[in-house]
């Protein structure tokens, strides 16, 4: 079964910082782009970030570009997302996605075959 697993979400003092993983199962994420996704109360799911398979390209929502950092360990399995100086703002649900090539897509949801379950991320003092 294939599967993507998200951890690493809880709740963090804005300023805080937290690590999301993205591990997979039943597949190797080596030839696969991977993509963050977040979905705030209210709102729609909007891309947060991406990297390629090679780990070569990666994408940034404007909003969180240079707090927050994307990278893929392939030999474990696992794309990480570093997450600095939170903002309340950043408060959602965070997916991560798989699709079978070698780009990405910051924001095209369909772009994607297989979705994790989600990891909760608050930012609240």
């Known amino acids: 079964q294939l599967q993507l697993v998200e951890s690493g979400g809880g709740l963090v003092q804005p300023g805080g910082s937290l690590r999301l993983s993205c591990a997979a199962s039943g597949f190797t994420l080596t030839y696969y782009a991977i993509g963050w996704f977040r979905q705030a109360p209210g709102k729609e799911r909007e891309g947060v970030s991406c990297i390629s398979s090679s780990g070569g390209s990666t994408y940034y929502l404007d909003s969180v570009k240079g707090r927050f950092t994307i990278s893929r360990d392939n030999a474990k399995n696992t794309v990480y997302l570093q997450m600095n100086s939170l903002k309340p703002e950043d408060t959602a649900i965070y997916y991560c996605?798989?699709?079978?090539?070698?780009?990405?897509?910051?924001?095209?949801?369909?772009?994607?075959?297989?979705w994790g379950q989600g990891t909760q991320v608050t930012v609240s003092s």
């Open positions: 996605a798989a699709a079978g090539a070698y780009y990405c897509s910051g924001d095209a949801e369909n772009y994607y075959n297989y």
